[in-house]
């Protein structure tokens, strides 16, 4: 597997800055150079940070992600990145229609790199009436920890 990891989810305010917190902070502690980086199929919300439940939350769990700023995915992604990993299927079809013909990139589904969970969604917390963020979390420690299985 190669070294660059790009998280995709709609907004790059929730799921998709936790991976990449998530994945950075343990690539860290276990000496693996990757360069990590996420975006948004949406332009909602570029420039700014992660929703603050998602900062509250990654920061709960020892890692500060306060200085990740929204960005929209861009055709040069395809080039510039060797994977990048959709956080649900709508995300990743959305990726598919968008993908040049020719991108480097490799896509995959976040939790096709957690064995057992293949093919389910990272579930969008946005609007959740109950706080989805902690169940995130434990997804996207789940996906990191199977992608850099995969990386060692
Ligand atoms: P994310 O969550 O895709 O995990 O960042 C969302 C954030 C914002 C919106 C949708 C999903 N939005 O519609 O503004």
Not at 31 to 52: F, Y
Not at 86 to 100: C, G, K, T
Not at 101 to 106: F, I, K, N, V, W
Not at 107 to 122: C, I, N, Y
């Amino acid at each position: 597997m190669n070294r660059s990891i790009l998280f995709v989810c709609l907004g790059n305010i929730c799921r998709s800055p936790m991976a990449e917190g998530a994945m950075r902070h343990v690539a860290e502690r276990e000496g693996i150079d990757i360069e990590i980086d996420s975006g948004g199929t949406g332009d909602w919300h570029v420039g700014n940070p992660p929703d603050r439940r998602a900062q509250d939350t990654a920061r709960a769990n020892g890692i500060d992600i306060s200085r990740q700023c929204a960005r929209q995915v861009l055709p040069g992604d395809f080039e510039a990145f060797d994977h990048i990993v959709a956080m649900d299927r709508s995300v990743l079809e959305d990726l598919q229609a968008i993908r040049p013909s020719d991108a480097h990139a490799e896509l995959s589904l976040f939790m096709d790199h957690v064995r057992g969970k293949e093919g389910q969604d990272v579930t969008d917390p946005y609007y959740g009436e109950r706080d989805g963020f902690s169940d995130v979390w434990r997804d996207v420690m789940a996906g990191v920890e199977g992608l850099l299985a995969k990386l060692r």
